[in-house]
């Protein structure tokens, strides 16, 4: 993998030029590497790399210069925000103020995450500095490196926690909490969950979780195709934030993932309303299948039509009567039956939004998508909600490790829109950003053997696959067409004509403007 194109695709648009030139400094390495051939006295070879060192240490200066700029920027303007607030200002100031204040967070935010990419590339181009030149370039360098001020200190990440606060404490319009029901007791009597035909809203109490049946068709007894819906109000105003799970019925791991993340929030400080759909497809989930009764996929159906077929009604409504209501949506998905994933995001990097959505999901892999036609997340791009596909490992079970790293990524995500006071968690790597991404898929049939584990790199030409005949016979070996990373494969051994063998993802120095894996 080349960490420049990585870096490039991480990089915010505007800030570029104020970014380490991790580019110009490899060339630079490798430059002064050439006039050093031949010298082993290890004086006269540091003196061959003198033009490297210089440089690295103008482009650290460069980037402190853009952390201290933009820190004490963002420091004058919180001050002068919270000085700015008054409770007797009018509508149009309140959101004129918000407004600024919202401008001052992405400021913050973006501060974040180019303080955390130039300290990452600094490291990388010192650990090749170290390779190329057989000299201690890390122990030289690096000590000056965490001397400067966007290295080693805090305050930006403390600024952004004192906007955050402040924001929540300004920002909180307190809404009326009905009574709570009263303790009957040890053993607790849940209710009757009703049935409703559309989700609204405004009819379910502040600082309380809800429960509620939506009804989206009718089965040939007449009597209602339901989904549960469970909603989480917050006691102050904010974004409502959507999960759907299991709109492909044997794709599970969304499920204890929206059990834990409800049994842990606290409606009393939650700031807008989060809506969680554990199971879209209800049917497909009662026969442990992918698809709705007739097997068809709802998520190439999207957005489904009122007067059409059965899947098409079921898409329309569910669209119509529940996601409509949001105003992002994260849409949990993991692999079909008989292969495995990563834990990766389907996102449109060109969009600001779904661009941070995706990377506060803490995934393994960031997959450049701008949705296919008929997926749940691109209809829901046609009406302005924000939308990602998050794939969480393995269909038909529970995984443990996988829910648990996607639950940190949806609570980040809710962090970021300042639903939750909880603080963003840090990955203990950096996710894969793949410009995009294809399939592979089998010639002919027989017995599939994929040889690369998912998350791991192949180059061009190595062998990723093989097919056997029943009888043992070598049929068909699959190449790799370009470098890549895995991110999903095949596993079943029976494997027919067509089959998908492997979900290669490719890294380019450039995000398409429409792309497409086919792959919903």
């Known amino acids: 993998m080349k960490f420049e194109q990585q870096l490039a695709l991480k990089t915010i648009p505007s800030w570029s030029p104020h970014y380490l030139n991790y580019k110009k400094l490899k060339a630079t390495l490798y430059s002064n590497a050439e006039l050093a051939n031949g010298h082993t006295d290890q004086s006269?070879?540091?003196?061959?790399?003198?033009?490297?060192?210089?440089?690295?240490?103008?482009?650290?200066?460069?980037?402190?210069?853009?952390?201290?700029?933009?820190?004490?920027?963002?420091?004058?303007?919180?001050?002068?925000?919270?000085?700015?607030?008054?409770?007797?200002?009018?509508?149009?100031?309140?959101?004129?103020?918000?407004?600024a204040f919202s401008k001052l967070l992405r400021q913050l935010e973006n501060l974040a995450d180019f303080t955390q990419s130039n300290i990452t590339a600094c490291r990388k181009i010192l650990k090749k500095a170290d390779k190329v030149t057989k000299l201690a370039m890390t122990r030289e360098l690096w000590p000056i490196v965490t001397s400067y001020r966007f290295a080693k200190s805090e305050s930006d990440e403390a600024l952004l926690h004192e906007a955050r606060a402040a924001w929540r404490k300004r920002t909180a319009i307190p809404v009326p909490i009905d009574e709570k029901p009263k303790d009957v007791g040890a053993r607790r009597v849940m209710p009757a969950v009703p049935t409703v035909s559309e989700l609204d809203l405004s009819a379910y109490p502040v600082g309380q979780i809800s429960r509620v049946w939506v009804a989206l068709a009718e089965d040939g007894m007449g009597l209602p195709i339901r989904v549960p819906v469970i909603i989480a109000k917050g006691t102050t105003e904010g974004p409502v934030v959507g999960i759907t799970a299991a709109l492909h019925g044997n794709e599970l791991n969304g499920i204890p993932l929206i059990h834990r993340l409800i049994s842990e929030l606290s409606p009393s400080s939650l700031h807008g309303t989060l809506v969680a759909v554990p199971v879209a497809n209800c049917p497909g989930f009662l026969l442990s299948q992918r698809g709705y009764t007739d097997g068809t996929d709802l998520n190439r159906v999207m957005p489904g039509k009122a007067n059409g077929s059965s899947p098409q009604v079921y898409a329309y409504n569910l669209l119509h009567r529940i996601i409509r209501n949001f105003e992002y949506l994260l849409d949990l998905h993991t692999a079909s039956r008989g292969r495995v994933n990563s834990l990766y995001v389907r996102a449109n990097l060109l969009d600001p939004r779904t661009a941070r959505m995706a990377r506060l999901q803490n995934p393994q892999i960031i997959v450049h998508n701008t949705s296919p036609d008929g997926s749940l997340r691109g209809a829901a791009m046609q009406r302005g909600i924000p939308a990602i596909t998050v794939e969480i490992g393995d269909p038909s079970r529970f995984q443990k490790r996988f829910v648990k790293n996607a639950l940190i990524g949806v609570t980040n995500i809710l962090s970021q829109l300042r639903m939750i006071p909880d603080e963003q968690s840090t990955p203990e790597y950096d996710p894969v950003v793949c410009t995009r991404s294809f399939w592979i898929f089998a010639k002919s049939g027989g017995i599939l053997t994929v040889i690369p584990d998912v998350n791991t790199w192949v180059r061009a030409g190595d062998l990723i696959a093989t097919i056997h005949s029943v009888f043992g016979d070598l049929e068909e070996e699959y190449y790799a067409p370009s470098d890549g990373i895995i991110v999903g494969k095949h596993v079943d051994p029976v494997c027919q004509s067509g089959n998908r063998i492997l979900h290669l993802g490719v890294v380019e120095d450039e995000l398409p403007q429409v792309v497409d894996d086919g792959h919903m």
């Open 44 to 99: 006269t070879r540091g003196e061959q790399f003198s033009g490297f060192r210089t440089y690295f240490l103008s482009e650290v200066e460069k980037v402190n210069r853009r952390y201290d700029d933009q820190e004490s920027s963002a420091r004058d303007t919180l001050k002068s925000l919270k000085a700015q607030w008054s409770t007797n200002q009018s509508d149009q100031e309140t959101e004129e103020w918000k407004a």
